[in-house]
C-alpha cells in the first residue's frame, strides 16, 4: 500500500469556500488506533516550540472541556512553512483529541493528556 492509498483512506478531502470567496479545501480525518494517537501526539510535541509545549501542559485544564475532548489551535501560516505554533484565532487549524476512559473520568484523561503531550 503506497503513502497516497494510506492517505486517501485517512483523511477526507471537501473543497470548501473560504472567508473571501476563495476557493479551500478542508482536510479532516478521524483516528481510532491508540498506537496512531500516540504518534500523532508525539509529531505534535516534536514540531512545536518547548513554550508552546509548556503552554499546552499549563492550559491542560482549560483545554479539556467535559465531553474528554482536548482542544488545539495551530497558526496556518506557520503550519504551510512546516511548523506547528499553537494559535487562538478562530481562523486556525483545529484538532480535537478524545479521551476515552471509562467510566468516564475528567481526573484520568488529564494524566493522559499530560502522557500524550506533556
Given at each position: 500500500m503506497s503513502d497516497d492509498d494510506v492517505t486517501?483512506?485517512?483523511v477526507d478531502v471537501t473543497d470548501i469556500e473560504?472567508?473571501?470567496?476563495n476557493p479551500?479545501?478542508?482536510l479532516?480525518?478521524?483516528?481510532?488506533?491508540?498506537?496512531d494517537s500516540v504518534r500523532l501526539a508525539r509529531f505534535i510535541r516534536e514540531n512545536m516550540s518547548p513554550g508552546d509545549v509548556e503552554n499546552l501542559r499549563s492550559e491542560m485544564p482549560d483545554r479539556l472541556d467535559?465531553?474528554?475532548?482536548?482542544?488545539?489551535r495551530f497558526d496556518k501560516q506557520a503550519a504551510f512553512l512546516g511548523k506547528l505554533?499553537?494559535?487562538?484565532?478562530?481562523?486556525?487549524?483545529t484538532v480535537k483529541v478524545k479521551i476515552a476512559t471509562y467510566p468516564k473520568?475528567?481526573?484520568q484523561a488529564g494524566l493522559i493528556v499530560e502522557e500524550l503531550f506533556g
Open positions: 486517501d483512506e485517512l473560504g472567508h473571501y470567496g479551500s479545501v478542508m479532516s480525518s478521524q483516528i481510532s488506533r491508540k498506537s467535559d465531553d474528554q475532548l482536548f482542544h488545539m505554533l499553537l494559535s487562538s484565532s478562530s481562523d486556525a487549524i473520568n475528567r481526573v
